[in-house]
T-cell receptor, first 113, second 115 residues
């Protein structure tokens, strides 16, 4: 148990669907992250939030929309995805941005049909 | 751009053999971290090295941080089947705007062990 939970664990969606991934951390951390992990690009950083403020957006397509309502919760809203977006989406948190160990959630395995 | 490079990408060993993965940064790092991801699992933090030339041990695992703080290695002595997984190194590199640091991961080394 890492203190970071993610739901759902598995998701299958069509290209016209809208879905959301949820992440919650119970560690009192100030920074939260979304990563995409696929066979081609392991651990690709997507978004970074520090105290609910987005501090990094690594040229991610607009069909991925993050939301951080408070320092414990992080969402990734998905719409009109492509099959190449199929991957493992990992959420992580750390004490502060840029340093300190990161605690990862179990991930959401996303398949886009 | 600045990056963290890791070799080899894959390593297959017989149980009982030793294993080493190497990590190199294009720039000096304030610290380096190592993570392990079991097949089907998520990355789990193993250790952080901070000092130049630092060596830390965890049972059969030995971690080293280079004198110039630009490279690191993870060595496993007498591998076991429980060591199977992908080992990632990660170091804080400046973000694109230079205003902050982001933990940048290497591509990882996938270790498989033949019993």
């Amino acid at each position: 148990e890492t203190g970071v939970t993610q739901t759902p664990r598995h998701l299958v969606m069509g290209m016209t669907n809208k879905k959301s991934l949820k992440c919650e951390q119970h560690l009192g951390h100030n920074a939260m992250y979304w990563y995409k992990q696929s066979a081609k690009k392991p651990l690709e950083l997507m978004f970074v939030y520090s105290l609910e403020e987005r501090v990094e957006n690594n040229s991610v397509p607009s069909r991925f929309s993050p939301e951080c309502p408070n320092s414990s919760h992080l969402f990734l809203h998905l719409h009109t995805l492509q099959p190449e977006d199929s991957a493992l989406y990992l959420c992580a948190s750390s004490q502060y941005v840029g340093g300190g160990e990161q605690f990862f959630g179990p991930g959401t395995r996303l398949t886009v049909l | 751009g600045q990056q963290v490079m890791q070799i080899p990408q894959y390593q297959h060993v017989q149980e009982g053999e030793d294993f080493t993965t190497y990590c190199n940064s294009s720039t000096t790092l304030s610290n380096i971290q190592w993570y392990k991801q079991r097949p089907g699992g998520h990355p789990v933090f193993l250790i952080q090295l901070v000092k130049s030339g630092e060596v830390k041990k965890q049972k059969r695992l030995t971690f080293q941080f280079g004198e110039a703080k630009k490279n690191s290695s993870l060595h496993i002595t007498a591998t076991q089947t429980t060591d199977v997984g992908t080992y990632f190194c990660a170091g804080p590199l400046p973000n694109s705007g230079g205003s902050n640091y982001k933990l940048t991961f290497g591509k990882g080394t996938l270790l498989t062990v033949n019993p």
